[in-house]
């Protein structure tokens, strides 16, 4: 389970949003110094996200909670998200190629391509509908886990 402090901002229609910092890793590395992502941070500054969650610990405005997310539905997302696309768009593609080669089509180029748009389109479709199936599945969901008394991350906002 992926685990995150995070701060009550609104419940509105039993609809609990929260808000956390975005940290950078900067710092760690030891190319700090000479990094671009590394002065790009700092220039950036601290942002904040602000996200709907499951609240079954009925916490409040202002509480600062611990919010989990599953690993395996973070993966599985993130794979239906990036990478379905771009598979459906090289299987089209070559698919195409296969086409065009027992056609005997010379310059092919444009029904490969063609092919390929096809195939985004198809992959961003089936994302579509993954989203949409998983919109109100707990298991995709960011949860409450629990409240917590420090006030650390209170100072930061």
């Known amino acids: 389970m992926i685990t995150e402090n995070a701060i009550v901002v609104s419940i509105d229609n039993n609809q609990t949003w929260i808000e956390t910092q975005r940290k950078s890793v ?8 000479g990094c671009g992502t590394s002065v790009l941070s700092k220039v950036i500054g601290n942002k904040f996200s602000k996200m709907k969650v499951i609240n079954k610990i009925n916490a409040q405005v202002g509480d600062e ?8 539905s ?20 070559f698919f195409g190629q296969f086409v065009s080669q027992n056609l005997q089509i010379h310059n092919s ?7 390929a748009v096809l195939g985004f389109y198809f992959g961003m ?11 109100e599945n707990d298991n995709y969901q960011p949860v ?12 930061n906002l």
């Open 109 to 115: 180029e444009l029904l490969i391509i063609s092919f």
């Open 26 to 33: 900067c710092g760690q590395c030891a190319a700090n110094k």
């Open 125 to 135: 479709r089936h994302v579509k509908r993954f989203s949409e199936a998983i919109a």
């Open 74 to 93: 973070l993966l599985k997302g993130a794979f239906m998200t990036y990478l379905l696309p771009l598979l459906y768009l090289f299987l089209f593609s």
């Open 144 to 155: 409450i886990l629990k409240k917590t008394d420090h006030t650390s991350f209170l100072v």
């Open 65 to 72: 909670v611990v919010v989990t997310l599953n690993e395996q």
